[in-house]
């Protein structure tokens, strides 16, 4: 899987881990996502026991990482769909007299038989049968028991019980709607099984089954039913879920789980096409029986997913202001016009193929560049500002006087020549210079009252920045199209009372908007456009209590991105992407507790 990523994305960062349980798995989501801040993670596994609705322990770990970071977590749709069985339970009598039971029919619609015969005829001695049944009651007390057992046929229509397959467990006591055995035919008892479901207690309600794969052995049984057999991980609401196609010719390899997902009912995980539906799964597919230098030919959807991975990496890369949604929608687009098949499957998105095979396409030529953003400080101890050209830490390139101590810092791009220049907001009157140097201001006016913040930013995509204010009482925001006096051109509310103002363009557009930098959860909440409503991107980045904010596009993309002044230190910590993570940069620059500022100071 790791080469697979690295042939895919050889410039990416990789990390890898080895995991055993869940609670592996949410140490490993949470070291790579707080410690080492990535944006994408693959995950080639699959819980053997699962509801299958994406409410799974597993799946919660998934959908929790992927709210609160922004991460895309491709994920395996898993290799159970050979022999996986879904439906409601239909009783019936097998047997005559005291001897008779209530069983699950599997043929309900056309003649009763209580009898799924494993195989595709008989199974040879030494054969290991190995198999699970499932049902819906997830709830915190479990009501209703059955009994997955094992028969074997000994004359024609003849089948005798194998008991040491039947567990007898009292799912009521122990709380698991669940039931599986492994069994190795003895030496020369090869012929014809078949599994039966017995009910133990009457459930009295409508009951949703599901008969799967217990473990890697893969046997087909008479009676199938594939919706639904993507494992969890794979049926998480936000998981980037993958099935797998042979390489070779595009057709969906035989054990590729399919969906979509288990809806969730009322005793949990039931019909998929119950009310409300479950969740969209696979969403793409991936080539296997793919050719590595270590494991030969490779395949499964432990395959498939890291190429999906691997493939969300180069596209972040290129795309550094994408979210997880846009990241996952560019490939589920391109997947559309692969030239292997822009819709493989019946037609539209299926629950086989998803929305078609993994393709990247022709790679992006014209991303946009510009010049980066760089630091500098203010320093009020003698009124001086010491700009740095690049984000490392030295002597400062350009050093001059403006200003007094008690006034509030800003930069910005004041006429459109592509350079930021510095500004000061003094008691409600804005002092602005078109140079980086001592002297007068060279435009001056009021705006806002003395207790407001001010801001800065290109709010129409004209090039020139202008000046705004948020007001702390209201959280209101006061924008002006012009560096003048007079009404505010924007006006709005956006966040909660008494919280830290910040502006960038966030999503490349070429229109700066706003933001807030949360003291109480240490979040960052970033608005694509200047209205109010809900954060489009979110980053749990910092601690407010020691941590000054600071935006800018640090890597040349022109798209603005978070960072971090920590005062007592003068370390600056600046992050590629507005997503939780470590640093992309760290350096020191100043004295402690200065006031931090960034802009273009050169063409």
Not at 83 to 99: A, D, K, N, V
Not at 463 to 469: A, P
Request: charged share 15%; glycine share 10%; hydrophobic share 35%.
């Amino acid at each position: 899987m790791l080469e697979i990523i690295c042939d895919m994305a050889p410039y990416a960062d990789v990390y890898a881990m080895h995991l055993q349980d869940s609670n592996d798995f949410a140490d490993a989501v949470n070291y790579f996502t707080t410690s080492k801040g990535v944006d994408v993670i693959s995950a080639s596994i699959a819980a053997e026991y699962y509801p299958g609705d994406g409410s799974g322990i597993f799946s919660q770990i998934v959908d929790q990482t992927t709210n609160r970071g922004d991460v895309v977590f491709a994920i395996a749709a898993g290799n159970f769909n050979v022999g996986h069985y879904e439906g409601w339970y239909t009783p019936m009598i097998l047997g005559t007299g005291p001897s008779a039971i209530t069983v699950h029919d599997f043929n309900s619609s056309i003649v009763q038989d209580g009898f799924n015969i494993i195989g595709l005829g008989s199974l040879p001695e030494h054969h290991v049968i190995s198999k699970q049944l499932l049902w819906d009651d997830w709830n915190s007390t479990v009501s209703t028991d059955f009994d997955l057992q094992l028969y074997r046929e000994i004359m024609p229509n003849e089948w005798a019980y194998i008991p040491n397959t039947d567990t007898n467990i009292n799912n009521i006591l122990t709380g698991e709607p669940r039931d599986k055995f492994i069994y190795q035919i003895p030496e020369g008892q090869g012929g014809t099984y078949a599994l039966v479901v017995e009910q133990v207690v009457d459930p009295g309600r409508p009951v949703w089954l599901q008969l799967t794969q217990w473990g890697k052995i893969e046997d087909p049984t008479e009676f199938e039913n594939n919706l639904s057999s993507v494992s969890e991980p794979g049926a998480a609401r936000n998981a980037f879920s993958v099935g797998a196609a042979v390489v070779t010719n595009g057709a969906i390899a035989y054990y590729s789980g399919r969906g979509p997902a288990n809806n969730y009912g009322t005793y949990g995980a039931s019909n998929p096409y119950g009310t409300p539906p479950g969740f969209f799964h696979p969403l793409i597919t991936g080539p296997t029986n793919v050719t590595t230098s270590i494991f030969g030919v490779f395949n499964g959807t432990s395959a498939s997913t890291p190429h999906a991975a691997g493939a969300a990496a180069l596209v972040r890369g290129a795309y550094a202001y994408y979210t997880r949604t846009q990241t996952q929608n560019f490939l589920i687009n391109r997947a559309q016009n692969s030239p292997f098949g822009s819709d493989p499957g019946v037609a539209g998105a299926d629950p086989t193929y998803g929305y078609g095979y993994l393709y990247l396409g022709i790679p992006p030529s014209n991303l946009p560049t510009c010049k980066p953003d760089t630091i500098a400080i203010f320093r009020d101890s003698n009124f001086k500002w010491y700009q740095r050209y690049t984000n490392t830490r030295g002597f400062a390139d350009n050093i001059f006087r403006y200003g007094t101590p008690d006034d509030l810092a800003i930069a910005g791009d004041w006429n459109g020549d592509g350079i930021d220049t510095i500004g000061i907001y003094r008691n409600g009157v804005f002092y602005l210079k078109n140079s980086n140097s001592t002297g007068y201001a060279d435009i001056r006016f009021s705006f806002g009252t003395t207790s407001d913040i001010p801001v800065a930013g290109d709010w129409n995509n004209d090039g020139v920045d202008t000046i705004g204010v948020y007001q702390p009482s209201t959280a209101t925001w006061l924008l002006r199209n012009s560096n003048s006096s007079g009404p505010a051109d924007i006006t709005f509310r956006y966040g909660l009372a008494n919280e830290t103002p910040v502006t960038g363009d966030w999503d490349g557009d070429g229109i700066d908007t706003i933001g807030i930098f949360r003291a109480s959860d240490s979040t960052w909440y970033l608005r694509n456009s200047n209205t109010s409503g809900y954060a489009d991107q979110r980053a749990r980045y910092g601690n407010p209590a020691v941590d000054l904010p600071v935006t800018g596009d640090w890597n040349g993309d022109c798209v603005d991105t978070i960072g971090l002044y920590r005062s007592a230190s003068a370390t600056w910590y600046l992050r590629d992407r507005n997503t939780s993570g470590i640093a992309d940069v760290a350096f020191t620059y100043g004295l402690p507790n200065e006031t931090p500022v960034t802009g273009k100071w050169q063409p």
